[in-house]
């Protein structure tokens, strides 16, 4: 079955530290990659897209993800978090057309300061 | 800059009763959707709509629910009778195109008694 899995829940790390979260998805064919934030008590914001091109992709935010097609993964780094990174992450992969995005289960991350 | 939005941000209603969560896209997108999230689990995809049709609907999306987009700028989901089960975030989106980004919305928290 298609899905899409993120390998941490949970993370806590210290404001300046590197942030990697992972994520691989197990679509065959051409598919566009997501990931979205949701800061707390706010809607779901992109982060960063990969379409076609440069597998290494930038976003807002010095948030950055690699797109490793081989592995069927994307995933997202953040080289100094801030405590304003505290939010949810959740990648996602488009493989369609009509523009259905199938989520992973997302990763709580809390930056102390 | 546009946003999606939706209303109620929160809806409590009763086992049985029928709800309707209302969204206003972006103006000129063309593509619209229906997520939901469980507490504590994944944003799940419901139901896409383009050329006022669905185009595409997950399993979750049964007879009981529909969506419509009544005058050329809302975009309703209706559910008709609730089930506690029906307790959820309901995120709203829309996009350009199937395969850009999706914006959206700050979601309706509906919880069922």
């Known amino acids: 079955a298609q899905s899409v899995s993120q390998h941490n829940h949970h993370v806590i790390l210290s404001e300046a530290a590197s942030l990697e979260l992972g994520c691989n998805y197990s679509?065959?064919?051409?598919?566009?990659l997501f990931w979205y934030v949701q800061y707390p008590g706010q809607h779901l914001q992109l982060l960063l897209k990969y379409f076609s091109g440069d597998p290494l992709v930038k976003g807002i935010k010095g948030f950055e993800a690699e797109f490793i097609k081989s592995k069927f993964s994307f995933n997202l780094r953040k080289p100094s978090v801030q405590w304003s990174d505290t939010a949810e992450y959740f990648c996602a992969v488009n493989a369609n057309s009509w523009g259905k995005l199938q989520f992973g289960a997302g990763t709580q991350v809390v930056v102390t300061p | 800059e546009p946003e999606v939005t939706q209303t109620p941000s929160h809806q409590v209603t009763q086992m049985g009763q029928e709800v309707i969560l209302r969204c206003v896209p972006i103006?000129?997108?063309?593509?619209f959707y229906w997520y939901r999230q469980i507490l504590g689990q994944k944003v799940e995809f419901l139901v896409s709509f383009y050329n006022n049709e669905i185009s595409e609907k997950s399993e979750i999306f049964d007879d009981q629910f529909s969506v419509e987009r009544p005058d050329g700028s809302n975009f309703t989901l209706k559910i008709r009778s609730t089930k506690l089960e029906d307790s959820a975030m309901y995120f709203c989106?829309?996009?350009?195109?199937?395969?850009?980004?999706?914006?959206f919305g700050q979601g309706t928290r509906l919880t069922v008694v």
């Open positions: 679509y065959g064919g051409t598919v566009n």
């Open positions: 103006s000129n997108h063309l593509y």
């Open positions: 989106a829309s996009s350009s195109t199937g395969s850009t980004e999706a914006f």
